[in-house]
């Protein structure tokens, strides 16, 4: 008898139906024997719904700790109804929040870490022959306060579930079949990955492919959880999240990711002089805001220069702030900002032998008169930014580049 955890998506739950449908499934696992521990998403929409709320009367300093208490409901909706509907079915279940696992977590709310899942009371409902359904997304602080663990957290609350409980398998049931080579709403011609290692997994998800959120990804790595993504809408096996040494054929680039979560600034005429770059980007560490790609262009005059980098969209503004707060140190004589940027990465293990990838993605993108505006590159990973505009065009033309269409 197999122990699998089942975790379902928004659109997986979206509504009554997909409820009663998602119920069957675990039926039909539990009747061929298998053990289930189910963790589920809030129904689609239901969260965006609840941030805005939240936005709404907190306005933009909101205290965290009640965005938890509210954004969380959505999980404790779903798990009950989909244990109504398990029972519904002649089954024993039963729903448990994240702080009746308990899922534990550290204190930053919207963020949160998870530390420990003790899952006793969880298990004990498996040996009672019962089927748990843990809303997901959701954990306790360790002064007992509800917490969450940042967006698309549920996949992560299904992974750690999976460590805690030993569990042989992992399922993560969304609203496509798999891993794709890139995002097939996006392109058609995208491909159903069938075995994609743990690190081009955490690359692609980091990287913007939202299909597994980057934690879960990390936790499912350190954890050696096996893990699986396909639909919860067919019957057809999904992919898998495997060593490097259980894929046979390995392809040079596996996958493509996109991120709008972008932003570009610019500082024109900074003085070129040692030091600058520390002062530029001291205070913007000390604001907590990522910097991400860095080009510092050569010093026409041997006086001045200007350095470009990248920030989340999120914190543009921010940014923005601080560095005019510093523009007497700083010495530039002008700062541009734009958020209409894409940053598209691509991304394989292959890399690591295989020399001039970079070159052909470089060249691909000339070809259709898309300008790069700034590069990063790490051992199986190259990104580029570009302008927003040109997404669809770059991740076509890319993905046919590297072979990777479905033929
Ligand atoms: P869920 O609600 O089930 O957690 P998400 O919306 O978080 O689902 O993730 C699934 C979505 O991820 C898909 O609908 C797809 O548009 C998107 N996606 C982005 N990149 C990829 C990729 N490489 N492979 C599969 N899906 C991807
Ligand atoms: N419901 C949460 C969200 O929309 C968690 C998740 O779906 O994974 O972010
Ligand atoms: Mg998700």
Known sequence: MALVVQ???????????????????VARARRNGDQVAVNVSAMAGTTNQLV???????GVHY???????????????TAGLLALALQAQGLSARSFLGWQAPLSTDDAHGKARVEASDVASLRKSLD??????????????????????????SDTSAVALAAALGADRCDIFTDVEGVY??????????????????????????LGARVLET???????????????????????GTLVVDEDEILEQQVVSGIAYSRDEAKVTLIGVSDQPGIAASIFGPLADANINVDMIVQSV?????????????????????????ESNQSDLGFRR????????????????????AGIAHVMFKALADRDINIQAISTSEIKISILIDEVYTELALRTLHTTYGLDET
């Open 181 to 206: 080579t890139t995002d097939p709403r996006i392109v058609q011609k995208a491909r159903k990955i069938e075995r994609i290692t743990y690190e081009e997994m955490l690359e692609m998800a980091s």
């Open 299 to 323: 010093s026409a005059d041997g006086n001045t220069t200007d350095v470009t980098f990248t920030v989340g969209r999120a914190d543009l503004e921010r940014a923005r702030t601080i560095l």
């Open 335 to 354: 700062m541009d900002g734009r958020g209409d940027v894409v940053k598209i990465s691509v991304i394989g293990v292959g890399m690591r032998s295989h």
């Open 52 to 58: 805005e709320w939240v936005q709404a009367i907190g």
């Open 215 to 237: 934690r879960s990804v990390a936790l499912a790595m350190r954890h050696a959880v096996r893990l699986q993504v396909l639909s919860s809408f067919t019957d057809v096996p």
């Open 128 to 153: 009672q022959g019962q089927i748990p359904v843990l809303a997901g997304f959701q954990g306790v602080s360790p002064d007992g306060r509800i917490t969450t663990l940042g967006r698309g957290g």
């Open 7 to 25: 975790k379902f998506g928004g659109t997986s739950v979206a509504d009554l139906d997909r409820i009663r449908a998602v119920a069957d499934r």
């Open 63 to 77: 205290d965290r700790a009640e965005y938890d208490a509210v954004v969380s409901s959505g999980e404790q909706v």
